[in-house]
């Protein structure tokens, strides 16, 4: 029988889905799981997107455009000058999914064994994305001791070597939920012109800021506009990742002109998810006012409930809707499966993402883990006691 490749065999497996066997086997059982590992919102899509797709009236669904529905992309500027961003049409080009848009920037970008520096913990994607580019991730560290602000400049400069080609962000976090602030992205700006890096600013959850922070957006630093590339997506922002649309921006025509070849190839992205996303547009600022009103509420609930549990200890994040949490465990990768195959309380356990594997640097976060606070609070009530009872008997704990 032919064998794998090297890259099929070398890809590592999501941290975040990794377990699913485990909690479908638990389900099996009978056995609620509190799903805390994936960022999929309840929040329901904006109507406006629903109605969109219900009321279609093609007697066709055709190819796209390859860069996305011009109608679509024009409307884009529109919202992007609402938050700040003025850009033209010509500079978005339309992707399946925020995943797209990181593959195609790092694909046009960056030579196999180029470099890209990211501040860890990061989203355990990227890995994946740059090793199908043959890009090398060399990892930052950011602490949860100061609640995972961005590492100094001249931690940064250490890692800096000729392969360097690339620093990424995720502003807000993912996993962490910190929010770079304005200062933080200018010392990054300063270190990209210095050594004429491209900046990958994956923006997916502008929307998700809480107590007054305000997002600054990679595209409005001044002196690097030909390198900063963003990524961006509907998925979390109008709750329908399951459309799978996102967008690739940059004043960069080059990059935009190489990125164009590969969105040729794969002929055009989702057209349904377009429609959508252009009706998402529309969606009205009472929303979104719910939705932060929402989270802002459950992430309180979160945080409060984790720290009162003896040993454990979850920073206050600032944006999107996840949390990285230290436990009183010498190894989370076990303690998330064990949760799922050996215990219960009243019929009910706890589905949580390992931090591990959003990590490059070998064993950090290995007593961390990522909980997403996209459950309503009664179902973020009973996920709490679970954790509370499994850590009083559960027999890796460390105190």
Not at 38 to 49: E, K, L, M, V
Not at 65 to 78: I, N
Not at 328 to 350: C, I, K, M, R, S
């Amino acid at each position: 029988m032919p064998g794998i490749s090297e890259k099929g065999l070398g890809m590592a497996a999501s941290p975040i889905r990794k377990l699913v066997p485990f909690a479908e086997a638990a389900k099996k059982r009978g056995v609620k799981v509190y799903h805390l590992n994936i960022g999929q919102p309840d929040i329901a899509t904006p109507d406006c997107a629903l109605e969109a797709i219900k009321n279609l009236s093609d007697k066709v669904i055709e190819y796209s455009h390859a860069a996305g529905l011009e109608s679509y992309r024009r409307k884009l500027t529109g919202y992007y000058k609402s938050v700040g961003i003025n850009i033209d049409y010509t500079d978005i080009l339309i992707t399946t999914g925020g995943s797209e848009a990181i593959t195609m920037a790092m694909s046009v970008c960056l030579n196999p064994g180029d470099e890209i520096i990211v501040p860890e913990p990061f989203y355990a994607n990227y890995n994946t994305f740059a090793y199908q580019t043959g890009a090398v991730v060399k990892p930052i560290t950011s602490k949860i001791d100061n609640d995972f602000a961005l590492p100094s400049i001249e931690e940064f400069e250490k890692l800096i070597t000729p392969k360097t080609r690339a620093i990424m962000i995720c502003n807000p976090n993912n996993p962490t939920g910190y929010i770079y602030s304005k200062e933080e992205l200018e010392q990054l700006r300063d270190i990209v012109k210095k050594y004429d890096l491209y900046l990958f600013s994956d923006e997916v959850y502008r929307e998700f800021c809480y107590d007054g922070v305000q997002h600054f957006s990679a595209m409005n630093l001044e002196g690097i506009e030909q390198n900063v590339i963003m990524m961006d997506s509907v998925s979390k922002r109008y709750s329908m990742c399951g459309v799978r649309v996102g967008a690739l921006i940059t004043r960069n025509k080059d990059v935009i002109a190489a990125a164009m070849k590969i969105a040729q190839a794969r002929l055009c992205p989702p057209y349904l998810g377009q429609v959508a996303g252009e009706a998402a547009i529309d969606t009205p600022q009472s929303y979104f006012d719910e939705v932060q009103n929402e989270y802002v509420a459950r992430r309180n609930f979160l945080v409060d409930a984790l720290n009162k549990i003896e040993g454990v200890y979850c920073p206050m994040p600032k944006g999107a809707f996840y949390a990285v949490v230290k436990f009183p465990v010498e190894n989370a990768d076990h303690f998330a499966q064990w949760l799922l195959e050996e215990f219960e309380y009243n019929g009910q356990t706890v589905m949580i993402a390992p931090a591990s594997g959003f990590y490059s640097t070998e064993g950090a976060g290995k007593n961390e883990a990522r909980v997403a606070y996209v459950l309503k609070i009664e179902d973020l009530k009973g996920a709490m006691e679970c954790l509370e009872a499994a850590l009083k008997v559960y027999p890796g704990r460390t105190k």
